[in-house]
């Protein structure tokens, strides 16, 4: 039985990942801050198939947490990264900037570092291991009503790159998978109204077949990968004069 630990699977599109790999079969351990939400996903399947931890990813000892997971599902084959927040802050209050840059860059390199050492430590030619992230198409460029949302999504994208080339300097049979969404109906956007608004359902669904094919990069969906590669043909300096609103 393959084994996947979801960070992030409180709610929105980590929690509907997390059940449909429970769905097919997979152990899942699961976890995010918010006890209850872990416990009532676990409710929903057989003793022993999913397995819970409470763990905030700002915190020092979300590691030691993660490990004690792994040993309790007897090993890890998966590592699946949600865990995220993003605001709209126009007036620039620097608490949600450093809280997000806390969470999606420090929290994030803090998990994934864990998981890619597991991988090289566990990790053999006939058993190899595989690190998934959900960024955004927001890194796609700098966002004016978002700076730390942009920027720490475009971080994800550059750190997952590194990584996977790190693993092929090293030889280690660990693959990477850096998905990236449009909008998508979750409790991330409660602040406002967005354009093309997803079901996590589906997208989630989208995430596991890329999954299986071992995808290094997925845009979701082809609204979006259409979108992208318009957004990124668009030069700086007309960029920088636009302006960028939602709903
Ligand atoms: N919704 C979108 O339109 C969209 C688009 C592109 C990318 N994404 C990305 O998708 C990922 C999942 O977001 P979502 O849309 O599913 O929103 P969500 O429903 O708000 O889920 C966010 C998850 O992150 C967890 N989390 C937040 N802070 C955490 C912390 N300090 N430690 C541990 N877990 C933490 C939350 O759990 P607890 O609160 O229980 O800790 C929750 O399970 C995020 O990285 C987001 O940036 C979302």
Redo the contacts with the bound molecule.
């Keep these: 039985m393959k084994r996947a630990i979801i ?10 990942v997390a059940r449909l790999l429970a769905k097919e079969g997979w152990k899942v351990g699961i ?4 006890k209850e ?2 416990q009532s996903l676990q409710g929903e399947f057989p003793d022993g198939q999913v397995e819970s931890t ?6 020092p000892d ?1 590691p030691t947490r993660l490990q004690e997971l792994i040993d309790r599902l007897g090993g890890m084959d998966l590592y699946f ?6 605001f709209q802050n126009a007036t620039l209050d620097p608490e949600i900037e450093m809280r997000t840059a ?3 860059g420090e ?1 994030f390199v803090r998990m994934v570092t864990c998981a890619f050492n597991y991988f090289k430590a566990h990790a053999s030619r006939e058993h190899s291991g595989h690190i998934a ?6 890194g796609t460029k700098g966002i004016g009503v978002a700076p730390a ?1 942009s920027a720490t ?1 475009r971080f ?1 994208n550059t750190y997952i790159q590194a990584l996977t080339q790190l693993a092929r300097m090293q030889h280690l049979p660990i693959h990477f998978t850096d ?12 602040d406002a109204r ?1 354009p093309l ?2 079901k ?1 359902e589906p ?1 989630a669904r989208d995430i596991v077949h890329a999954l299986h094919h071992r995808r290094r990069i997925r845009i ?1 969906d082809w609204r979006y990968r259409l979108l992208v590669f318009f957004w990124r043909l668009i030069p700086r300096p007309i960029w920088e004069r636009l302006k960028v609103t939602n709903g």
Excluded: C, W
């Design positions: 960070i992030g699977a409180t709610s929105g599109i980590g929690r509907e976890a995010g801050r918010r939400l872990l409470v763990l905030d990813v700002t915190s979300a990264h949600s865990s995220g927040i993003g806390r969470t999606n929290g992230v959900i960024s955004s198409i927001a949302y999504k994800q998905i990236r969404p449009g909008f998508v109906a979750t409790d991330l956007l409660r967005y608004l997803m996590a997208v979701i």
